[in-house]
């Protein structure tokens, strides 16, 4: 019984992730081109820039959040109780230390604002940077000692709840924010709601642990070696969000620094739409967090776990590729239209550009979300580490040279080169390598789905050749047919039985409840 329940949960996370999923995009796809109005491109701009700076203090977590998972599988699999409520008690004291230097680093960055913009901005604009990194720090500081909540909750495969609570806060922060916007507040206001949604979904995070899990926090000295054991794991992982920071974020800081706020704009637009499209893939891959935990540490031979590693690995990422590869070449036949003339508006031209170079090569590494967490599972996550070290590297250097002259478009090709190459050629290698992958079996069978690709690319091609877009309903209808093409072409040519029985499995039962109603 309770192992249904479980698989239950999983199945209703991965549901709800991707409900998630689509209200955090239809609210950001309504929402943003609202606050760019409002905002204005500049203090859009600022906004942008001082979020991405203070998001930089996220590597302070060092990778420890990803390690509790990991210790609460080995320690649940012995049955110690007591070592769990020991590690509960480590974690809250490291994450609480971890918040107050958040704190400290924060305010600091604040009574330095040259560090980031040097003489960039007017005197009013340092004004209100100054608040925003105010309250983005006192944010940031406070999620880290929550974040334990959430790992607890998570680790015990309660995904309902956990998704369910993210949707409240998706939803709930735009609907306060944007009367506020509308009545003339501006960024301080933005920022200042999103603190206390964080405060009150943080709080649900606390009562359900503590009320519904009944979980306990030990504070006595943890087990001999965990210590040693956990920052071993931790390091490079640290190292991988440091480059993570340097790759996603140091582009808009340097853009601030040599180009100012308003070609931090363009570029934050089509970074919006890489970031919504990056989460079609981190939002299931999530879910199978604790069951690779799982299978590394089952005991079972190296080759059961080649297998079940492999298998799981390949049908996750050809579900994610079904859905990426529509959405990217969607963005190539229909982005600049949408960009321009409905989401953002004029001054916006670039920021499409922008969004192809980051969406097309990283679409490589989102397809294979799940063997970061294999990695990290197996302990060999070391060297994806290093890796990333040289690629930040790469991103930092050609970003600096590139966005001086070229602006939001020489950042992004910085960005896109250094995924190519990380990505697309060193990871694949080591996966197959030295994790118990099997890449070739991987990309023979993605290679199989991607088949169906060539039909729609050609239509598109053509549709896009001859037709005049001159109008939304036309837009929308173009659209509307492309997707038929994808559809069905994806299904004749590219899908395989378990993804059509999956499709139609969720289809009938949207229709049954449909019927029912």
């Known amino acids: 019984m309770s192992k249904k329940i479980k698989i239950n949960q999983l199945k209703a996370g991965a549901i709800i992730s991707y409900l998630q999923m689509a209200i955090q995009i239809l609210i950001g796809l309504v929402y943003t081109p609202v606050m760019i109005r409002l905002l ?125 609570l993210e949707i409240i806060k998706n939803v709930l922060g735009p609907m306060v924010t944007l009367p506020l916007l509308l009545m003339g507040f501006r960024s301080i206001a933005m920022v200042s709601v999103s603190l206390i949604v964080s405060l009150i979904t943080d709080t649900c995070y606390v009562i359900y642990v503590f009320l519904v899990l009944k979980n306990r926090f030990a504070f006595n000295k943890p087990e001999k070696g965990l210590f040693s054991d956990l920052f071993a794991y931790t390091v490079f992982i640290a190292i991988e969000l440091i480059v993570d920071q340097i790759n996603w974020n140091i582009d808009k800081v340097l853009l601030a620094r040599y180009k100012g706020t308003v070609m931090v704009a ?131 250097i050609m970003s600096i040279i590139l966005c001086r002259k070229y602006g939001a478009i020489g950042s992004a090709i910085g960005t896109a080169f250094s995924l190519v190459v990380a990505n697309g050629c060193v990871m694949n290698i080591y996966y197959h390598k030295k994790c118990n992958l099997n890449i070739i079996y991987f990309w023979k069978s993605i290679g199989k789905l991607a088949m169906g690709m060539i039909i729609p690319i050609i239509f598109g091609g053509i549709m896009k050749s001859f037709l005049k877009t001159d109008s939304i309903i036309v837009y929308l209808l173009e659209i509307l047919v492309y997707v038929l093409v994808y559809a069905v072409s994806m299904w004749k040519i590219g899908m395989n039985n378990y993804e059509k029985n999956l499709f139609q499995s969720v289809l009938g039962k949207f229709i049954k409840k449909k019927d029912k109603q």
């Open 266 to 396: 363009i570029y934050s637009v089509g970074y919006s739409l890489y970031t919504y499209y990056q989460t079609f893939s981190s939002s299931i891959s999530g879910v199978f967090t604790p069951r690779i935990h799982k299978i590394v540490n089952s005991g079972t031979s190296i080759e059961n776990q080649r297998t079940e590693l492999t298998e799981l690995f390949t049908k996750v990422g050809r579900i994610q590729f079904l859905m990426l590869a529509l959405i990217a070449s969607g963005v190539v036949f229909f982005g600049k239209f949408f960009i321009v003339r409905i989401w953002a508006g004029r001054g916006y031209e670039d920021s499409y550009i922008v969004a192809l170079l980051l969406i097309i090569p990283a679409s490589i590494a989102l397809i294979q979300n799940l063997g970061i967490e294999i990695q990290r599972a197996e302990f060999k996550h070391q060297f994806r580490s290093i890796v990333y070290v040289g690629m930040a590297c790469i991103n930092l």
């Open 40 to 164: 204005g491109q500049s203090e859009y701009g600022l906004y942008n820039t001082v979020a991405s700076t203070i998001s930089m203090l996220s590597v302070l977590r060092l990778g420890f959040n990803n390690s509790y998972i990991r210790y609460y599988s080995i320690y649940k699999k012995r049955n110690d109780t007591k070592a769990i409520d020991c590690l509960n008690g480590l974690f809250i004291t490291i994450f609480s230390f971890i918040g107050i230097i958040t704190f400290v680093c924060g305010i600091f960055l604040t009574n330095h604002l040259s560090i980031v913009f040097s003489d960039g901005l007017t005197t009013s604009e340092y004004g209100i940077a100054r608040v925003l990194m105010i309250l983005l720090t006192i944010n940031l500081a406070i999620s880290f000692p929550m974040s334990v909540f959430s790992n607890i909750i998570s680790a015990h495969e309660k995904f309902v709840f956990l998704k369910c």
